[in-house]
């Protein structure tokens, strides 16, 4: 196996108000190989945004370890290497673009920070926006009020590429977008993964996307993977009752919809009282004896490589229960 | 009998451009009718106009008649003066907005906010009777009624939406109107809220209009569904025709551009440009700069008209029975007249 682009290990992050202490991300590991399309997915408040940042070391560490290309990250140059080769790009451009800079000097902005020369910027400002489908000339000069949404996100995705990042963490890189934008500005980030090998991270909630593009995912709930494995595997064969109902609970563009499935009953609970045991257990319509006392780690389950935190696939525990039930 | 609502010619039009460009709708009681499109196409104008809510500036034109239950008269709404509309609102047609915070007012708590609506239309109303008719509506949208002694920053995204459910049944109206109801829950979260509406209609028997960008939500709740583009429908029909057998190239092209789970992985295609900018409209077919199919005749027309059974597109070329390689015209269709 080849090594990891970026790897995390027992990663935790904690925020504290007052006496409460949330525990956004509670020991989360997962790696990012090189030229992947990895996608991290679930419900707002699981944690998903938090890891991405945790990753880019833009939040102090509770617990854990990040490790890039098999070196383990630490101290200030490293973090710097670190978000040189690995980039991130947001769900809303218009309030990541300075609004007073002009789109060629918003894209040159990280060739400055690094303190390229002017000529050479120039020249790397326009073949990023190239890669985007922004024709330099027609762009360089205007101001953010003055495109899309998808222009927008394409010249957030410019400024992200003049550094050649070896990877790209998108969070919820399209869900402010119409349909058909939407499939521009995707179709623009998997033409830079298989022409550059550019790796990609989608942070998103939008399950079908996951499907379409992503070689393997991750679930979270409450700060922690509950599921992992390859996209087809973790969508078709769900093996955690989570990840089941959120695939069924994605509606489905098609006559008569996804059919009559009860969709999961009650709401992710605060991360600053995550329940005991497993700690999807209060809204499990699986659970059984031991769930509410004992916290599953990632156990093999379904398809090669796939993972569940579920104790239906406890050798002992999970005996006498079947998965699909 | 005679539908619900009955909407003829609607226009809506700010400095000379047209932003809803004569849209005719009708819906049966208990009717769920989806307006599907893309943002700045018209559907969330339709919706404001269909309650005469439009900002200022705006001036829409068209007749719209409502034929509520129980009423002798039909009533006009595209005559009826902002007085008049008030009658109307909330107590036969209300609206139920996307974004729930902004339409709650956050230093009130969530019972005098729903009594206060109910007062608006039965104020005879006393007061012990009001406050168990909130308990009843928020026990109906499935909300504990001690929920009504919070505010609105105390509860979750999907408990607000809830809310503005509630509010929006306080006077037993005949039509809610949802515009993006979900747009900005999680997938779970959305699921128990369509599921939600979707008991409503059977169980009091509402019309519904719902808007959203996401076919996905039509298909799931809508018996007809309406796609809009450019301010015109340009495709309606049942929900199952329309999803299986899209008779217009936008239709087509929007439900080929969505990632579907289960289908074919991979990008999908885009539609290539954009809509075009309503102060400068192309002449004849409103897709036609970003239709694979377009031809000459597009520069003029197409209405829309009745394809199928039941469905009507506003394509010169409909009725499609197979979609050609995007550039490739059917040459024979091109002879027709």
Not at chain 1, 55 to 74: D, H, I, K, T
Not at chain 1, 295 to 305: F, H, I, R
Not at chain 2, 165 to 189: F, G, K, Q, R
Not at chain 2, 195 to 201: I, P, V
């Amino acid at each position: 196996m080849s090594e990891a682009l970026l790897e995390v290990e027992n990663l935790a992050v904690e925020f504290r108000s007052g006496r409460n202490r949330a525990r956004a991300l509670d020991g989360v590991s997962l790696d990012w190989r090189p030229g992947e399309i990895l996608g991290v997915v679930g419900e707002s408040g699981c944690g998903k945004s938090t890891l991405a940042r945790a990753m880019l070391g833009l939040l102090p560490l509770a617990r854990g370890e990040v490790a890039l290309g098999g070196r383990a990250v630490e101290g200030k140059d490293d973090i710097a290497g670190l978000r040189r080769r690995v980039q991130m790009i947001f769900q809303d451009p218009y309030q990541t673009l300075n609004p007073r800079q002009r789109v060629g000097a918003i894209v040159a902005e990280p060739l400055r920070v690094q303190g390229a020369g002017a000529g050479e910027a120039g020249e790397s400002v326009r073949r990023a926006l190239g890669e985007v489908g922004l024709e330099p000339e027609r762009y360089l000069d205007r101001y953010p009020h003055q495109l899309s949404g998808g222009q927008r996100q394409r010249v957030a995705i410019a400024a992200a590429l003049v550094l050649e990042p070896d990877g790209l963490i998108c969070d919820e890189p399209v869900s402010m977008l119409d349909a058909s934008v939407r499939a521009q500005i995707l179709s623009v980030l998997v033409e830079l993964q298989r022409r550059r090998g550019l790796a990609l991270m989608f942070i998103t909630h939008d399950l079908s996307l996951a499907w379409s593009l992503c070689d393997r995912l991750a679930v979270m709930y409450l700060g922690r993977v509950v599921e992992r494995g390859s996209a087809v595997d973790v969508i078709e064969r769900p093996q955690h009752p989570y990840t089941r109902a959120l695939v069924d609970a994605v509606p489905v563009p098609a006559a008569g919809g996804g059919g009559e499935r009860e969709p999961l009953a009650g709401e992710l609970p605060d991360a600053t009282a995550i329940p005991s045991g497993c700690r999807f257990h209060p809204r499990c319509p699986r659970r059984f004896e031991p769930c509410d006392s004992v916290d599953p780690p990632l156990l093999a389950a379904g398809g090669e490589g796939q993972l569940a935190a579920c104790l239906l696939h406890d050798p002992v525990a999970g005996a006498e229960h079947t998965v699909d039930g | 009998m005679s539908a619900l609502l009955e909407v003829a010619d609607l226009r809506v039009e700010v400095r000379g451009q047209r932003i809803v460009d004569g849209v005719d709708l009708t819906l049966e009681r208990g009717e769920a009718l989806g307006l599907a499109g893309e943002s700045g196409c018209g559907k969330t104008t339709t919706a404001l106009a269909l309650m005469k809510l439009l900002p200022g500036g705006l001036t829409q034109s068209g007749a719209i008649t409502l034929r509520p239950p129980g009423a002798e008269e039909p009533i006009n709404v595209g005559r009826r003066t902002e007085a008049g509309m008030q009658l109307v609102r909330w107590r036969h047609i209300s609206l139920v907005f996307q974004g729930a915070m902004n339409s709650l007012d956050p230093v009130k708590r969530v019972e005098p906010q729903i009594s206060e609506a109910i007062h608006l239309h039965e104020a005879k109303l006393r007061p012990r009777d009001v406050r168990e008719r909130v308990a009843d509506l928020l026990k109906t949208v499935g909300l504990t009624p001690a929920l009504g002694s919070r505010y609105p920053h105390q509860l979750s995204g999907g408990q607000r939406q809830r809310v503005m459910i509630a509010l929006a049944l306080a006077c037993n109206p005949s039509l809610v109107i949802a515009d993006e109801p979900t747009t900005a829950l999680d997938v779970v979260m959305q699921a128990q809220v369509l599921k939600l509406l979707e008991r409503l209609r059977e169980d009091l028997g509402l019309a519904l209009i719902l808007i959203s960008h996401d076919l996905g939500v039509l298909a799931e709740t809508c018996d007809r569904i309406a796609v809009m583009y450019a301010g015109r429908i340009v495709e309606t029909g049942p929900v199952r025709s329309v999803f299986d057998d899209p008779q217009h190239p936008y239709t087509k092209r929007l439900l080929d551009s969505l990632p579907v789970i289960g289908g074919a992985r991979g990008v999908a295609v885009p539609i290539p440009g954009a809509p075009p900018d309503p102060g400068n409209p192309p002449e004849g077919c409103s897709f036609r700069p970003r239709c694979p199919y377009e031809a000459e005749r597009c520069l003029a027309g197409p209405e829309l008209r009745e394809v199928r059974p039941g469905q009507a597109a506003a394509c010169h070329f409909a009725p499609w029975s197979e979609w050609p390689e995007p550039g490739a015209v059917p040459a024979e269709r091109e002879a027709l007249p």
